[in-house]
Nanobody, 117 residues
Framework: QVQLVESGGGLVQAGGSRRLSCAAS????????MGWYRQHPGEQRELVAS???????VVTDSVKGRFTISRGNAKNTVYLQMNSLKPEDTAVYYC???????????WGQGTQVTVSS
């Protein structure tokens, strides 16, 4: 059974940095794509950044230049380095993983990031 576990959330002041980590277990294969989504209260979940197994990354415009996504040396790990945080980055951040050949999306339980002004 695949499980994704996020860590690194918390309270940070505006302008500060935070690093989110996600480790997936239960899969003998490397996920084709891993990424981070976030959800603001009352809104839909939105893509923040994703990265393929070959290292191709996509970052949404609102965080471009501030957030960096990377995959770890350990299989099925992904990180989100968040710099110059703004209050509008406050959200629950979810780790996501998927195979290109399957319809299933795997999700973590979410980690709260709160940016105080």
């Amino acid at each position: 059974q695949v499980q994704l576990v996020e860590s690194g959330g918390g309270l940070v002041q505006a302008g500060g940095s935070r690093r989110l980590s996600c480790a997936a277990s239960g899969s003998v294969l490397s996920f084709d794509v891993m990424g981070w989504y976030r959800q603001h209260p009352g809104e839909q979940r939105e893509l923040v950044a994703s990265i393929t197994s070959s290292g191709n990354a996509v970052v949404t415009d609102s965080v471009k230049g501030r957030f960096t996504i990377s995959r770890g040396n350990a299989k099925n790990t992904v990180y989100l380095q968040m710099n110059s945080l703004k209050p509008e980055d406050t959200a629950v951040y979810y780790c996501n993983a998927k195979f290109n050949w399957a319809a299933t999306n795997y999700w973590g339980q979410g980690t709260q990031v709160t940016v105080s002004s």
